[in-house]
């Protein structure tokens, strides 16, 4: 196998993976009721940006996709603490 078939092989396969992460963080958010959108935004990208990376099209950086991972969860523990508000009046 040449090298250039093992890197195209191995770009494949991480593009795979974050299509895949991306997909996680977005069904995260609609379990909680936000859209990828939501997320998006509280992270600071544009959504448009953010779909780009969920098809494939661009390949963010794993900096960027932590971030994304950390605004899903952020905004997950807002809303519990609104609903544990809520129950506790």
């Not at 995260?28 to 780009?52: L, M």
């Amino acid at each position: 196998m040449t090298n250039e078939l093992k890197v195209s092989r191995l770009a494949h396969t991480m593009n795979t993976q974050t299509m895949q992460t991306i997909e996680n963080i977005k069904e995260k958010a609609e379990v909680a009721g936000y859209t990828i959108t939501d997320v998006a935004r509280h992270a600071g990208f544009h959504p448009a940006q953010v779909s780009r990376y969920a098809t494939g099209k661009t390949i963010p950086l794993v900096t960027t996709i932590r971030r994304l991972d950390e605004s899903v969860d952020s905004l997950i523990q807002a809303r519990f603490k609104a609903i544990r508000g809520l129950l506790n009046d």
